[in-house]
């Protein structure tokens, strides 16, 4: 059943087995997980149906780092408060995390995740079928016609990363009805999950409010925050001020490790050995015969590659093109500029392409989520960010499209040149040349006790009884594939994890 909260009659029950805050990709998988189990369930969703500005600007607040603030409004305008969450806006490109992203890695990751690939694997699936796609494989060449498998697969030195394309899934749009017609759930829009109530460890009730003034509480066996990457954060920050840092804060954890994934712009070339063709599947969106959906590819070089240079994990796509405004244009018009020269400059028969190198975002506790003493509309402290790249990164780009370039030299399949504009050589300083992916990750990250993250293995917050958290804020490392697919099989395991408590 859907209620309103902006009308006052509508009365939600008192108490329910479950109350999740936020009905964004996590928060509407885990209710209509729960709700096959015949479990009670609240869901409270801040939005409406549909996009309101006034909703939205909600979400404004300051940011802080290494990208120019005044250009994308980062906490406004990187997320959607409404039904559905973020998902209204998303572009689809779905892959698991590489194994590598939750090991160990000295320099990089020195703890991993506390989860290791193979907890996620069996509910990968379901994930797909969720995001309506089949199954995802990295590396693999099935699907792909003849004339335009991706020829590097299957290299000792080189990966491909396959992302498939969901349609993109929107979450309120395609399983709204569903929870509507669900008897034994109670989504309740335009309502924000505000304060908490405990009784020890426990959380015993959620306090909410909304632009009507309507205050209610919810009370529940279990708490889920799926508020997503941010609000999540900034929901334990404000919620810690009232309860003396018991939620998963007594070493100052929560809203820190803040990642985002930035993307750097550059032109390049491949020469001689690597046919156009073979390209295709990193250049074009392709459509896969066997799963029936489109896949896009990514280069990216192995493991082994990747260790021995101490590097981050990284990805690159090849003309991947986005029109507008904006960093991306100016570093388009660069790259064109630059692929101009090239054309003089290479050999016949190379072909010069606009690359774009997204890395493993870097673990730095002073990049996180606070809040501020400005209130927002509904009178509740807003949320701040700050997200800066290291000094060093221009340097790791650089080592990362080397460690590219050399991987296909040993491989003796080809030669690649990456061309740096004169101003592209101020990236990513200037900020001119790379923009964030909008993935927010981390904040509540997950780790085996609480002095290095906030939630542990089951995504129960530290020093709570039952409370969780569902989304990409607790992200343990970032990786480089974009986070939804993982967010979606985290909130199935966590739906099970529930089941059985
Ligand atoms: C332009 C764009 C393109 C993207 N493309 C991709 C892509 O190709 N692939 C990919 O994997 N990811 C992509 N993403 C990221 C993707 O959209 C998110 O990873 C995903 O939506 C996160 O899901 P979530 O449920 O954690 O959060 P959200 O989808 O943001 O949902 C959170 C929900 O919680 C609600 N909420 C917030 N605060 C409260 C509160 N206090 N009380 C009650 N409810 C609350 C919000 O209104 C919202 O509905 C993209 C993002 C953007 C902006």
Not at 91 to 100: F, H
Not at 143 to 153: A, F, H, I, Q, W
Not at 373 to 395: I, N, S
Not at 411 to 430: A, K, L, Q
Request: charge should be negative; hydrophobic fraction near 40%.
């Amino acid at each position: 059943m859907i209620l309103d909260g902006l009308d006052s009659s509508a009365m939600p029950a008192p108490h329910y087995d479950v109350c999740v805050v936020g009905a964004g990709a996590a928060g509407i998988t885990l209710a209509r997980k729960l709700a096959t189990r015949s479990l009670s369930i609240c869901v409270l969703e801040a939005g409406g149906r549909a996009f309101d500005q006034a909703q939205q600007d909600i979400y404004a607040g300051p940011y802080e780092g290494s990208f120019a603030a005044e250009e994308f409004e980062y906490l406004r305008t990187s997320r959607t408060r409404m039904l559905g969450g973020t998902t209204n806006y998303w572009t689809g490109y779905c892959a698991p995390l590489q194994e590598s992203c939750f090991e160990p890695r000295p320099g990089i990751a020195p703890n991993g995740w506390p989860i290791r690939a193979a907890d996620l694997a069996p509910y990968y699936p379901e994930a797909a079928e969720i995001l309506q796609i089949t199954p995802p494989v990295h590396d693999s060449d099935a699907g792909y016609s003849e004339s335009r498998k991706p020829l590097l697969v299957h290299r000792p030195h080189l990966r491909t990363l396959n992302f498939h394309l969901s349609p993109p899934t929107r979450f309120g749009d395609v399983y709204g009805a569903e929870l509507a017609a669900a008897d034994n759930v109670h989504l309740l829009l335009n309502t924000t999950a505000a304060e908490v109530s405990m009784d020890g460890d426990r959380v015993t009730a959620i306090h909410t409010r909304d632009l009507a003034g309507n205050r209610r509480t919810i009370g529940a066996d279990h708490f889920v925050l799926a508020a997503g990457g941010i609000e999540n954060s900034r929901l334990l920050l404000l919620w810690n001020r009232a309860h003396g840092n018991r939620l998963g804060n007594r070493h100052d954890q929560v809203g820190r490790y803040f990642m985002d994934h930035a993307s750097v712009h550059m032109a390049g070339s491949w020469f001689r050995e690597l046919p156009h063709a073979a390209l295709n599947a990193y250049l074009f969106q392709q459509f896969d015969e066997v799963r029936r959906h489109h896949t896009k590819a990514a280069l990216t070089v192995s493991p082994e590659w990747i260790a021995r240079r101490g590097l981050p994990n990284f990805l690159v796509h090849a003309g991947f093109m986005a029109p507008g405004p904006g960093p991306e244009a100016r570093a388009l018009i660069s790259a064109a500029r630059a692929i101009d020269e090239m054309r003089g400059a290479t050999p016949a028969g190379s072909f010069p392409e606009y690359f774009q190198l997204i890395t493993e975002p870097p673990l730095d506790a002073d990049n996180r989520v606070t809040v501020i003493d400005e209130p927002d509309e509904l009178g509740l402290p807003r949320t701040q960010v700050r997200f800066r790249l290291p000094p060093d990164y221009p340097d790791t780009c650089r080592r990362c499209m080397r460690a590219l370039v050399e991987a296909v030299g040993a491989e003796g399949i080809g030669r690649g040149r990456v061309y740096v504009d004169p101003d592209m050589g101020r990236w990513p300083e200037s900020g001119q040349f790379t923009h964030l992916q909008d993935h927010h990750n981390g904040g509540t990250r997950m780790s085996t006790g609480e002095k290095t993250g906030v939630v542990d293995a089951n995504c129960r917050v530290h020093g709570t009884d039952n409370l969780h958290v569902a989304s990409s804020s607790v992200f343990t490392t970032g990786g480089v594939p974009n986070p939804t697919f993982t967010i979606v099989a985290l909130t199935l395991r966590l739906a099970d994890h529930l089941v059985s408590a």
